[in-house]
């Protein structure tokens, strides 16, 4: 398998070509982004902690029936993935409310949900991810109805096992943002499973390992990553 031309440049990944025209290389980057590119900065090894985070958790969804890009980890900073055309449709699931929820609902961040809650925002840099429902989805034309009914199943089906993955760590998965994509026909999970694109808080105390630290300006950063990373690695993929 060889590298060859870069296909898209993103905030966080770098995509190349392969000379297999199913597959794809992912990079991972230490740049991060807030507020729609708003706060720029980088994270030190982020890249390499993101990886490693997104290759564990995608085994463990294959190992338990969802299918996803992930082919294989080829370095600290890429992966092997499955060529996918990207469903423009960001789906976010939550447990607990945080972030725009909490503005939206005018609620405490922190309040657990009763039930998962899914949403979809369109996926555009220009617009800042507005938030869309299935209707704007069908007829725009991005996903069919069918499409979106197996996306939200995968996703609610991805939250629930994340929600236990988690718990064994003594981690809350409070809510993450996935990215589908179509590859041979078949709706796969696509993108990163790290957190950049979830909440992930300390079960005892409520302590935030995510993104969040670099959204607010809480320090640790690196430090976090690195925790949950180690967890991960400690619970493995089974
Ligand atoms: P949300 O609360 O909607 O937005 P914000 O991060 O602006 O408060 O985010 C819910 C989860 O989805 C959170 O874990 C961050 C993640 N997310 C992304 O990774 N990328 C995105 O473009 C969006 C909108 C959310």
């Not at 794809?24 to 720029?40: L, M, P, V």
């Not at 990886?51 to 080829?74: A, D, M, W, Y």
């Not at 939206?104 to 809650?117: D, F, N, Q, T, Y």
Request: glycine share 6%; with cysteine.
């Amino acid at each position: 398998m060889e590298k060859r031309e870069k296909l898209y440049e993103g905030k966080a990944k770098i995509l190349y070509a392969t000379d297999d025209p199913n597959l794809i290389i992912q990079y991972f980057k230490d740049d991060a982004t807030a507020f729609n590119a708003e706060k720029k900065g980088t994270i030190i090894n982020k890249g390499i902690m993101n990886n490693r985070t997104s290759e564990i958790i995608f085994n463990f969804l294959e190992n338990h029936g969802v299918p996803t890009h992930f082919v294989k980890k080829l370095n600290d900073r890429e992966m092997l993935c499955k060529k996918v055309q990207i469903i423009p449709v960001e789906v976010i699931t939550r447990n607990i409310v945080a972030g725009s929820l909490a503005k939206r609902l005018g609620s405490e961040e922190g309040v657990p949900l009763a039930k998962p809650v899914v949403e979809h925002c369109y996926k555009s840099d220009a617009l800042g991810d507005p938030f869309i429902n299935i209707y704007h989805i069908d007829a725009m034309g991005w996903a069919t109805r069918e499409q979106m009914a197996t996306i939200d199943e995968l996703s609610l089906k991805i939250n629930a096992l994340l929600v236990n993955y988690y718990r064994d760590i003594n981690i809350k998965l409070v809510d993450m943002k996935l990215e589908f994509g179509v590859h041979k026909g078949q709706i796969i999970l696509a993108d990163e499973m790290c957190p950049d694109t979830s909440r992930l808080w300390d079960a005892t105390t409520n302590e935030k390992m995510d993104k969040d630290r670099f959204r607010r300006d809480l320090g640790k950063i690196e430090e976090s990553y690195a925790e949950v990373v180690r967890r991960i690695e400690s619970r493995g993929n089974k």
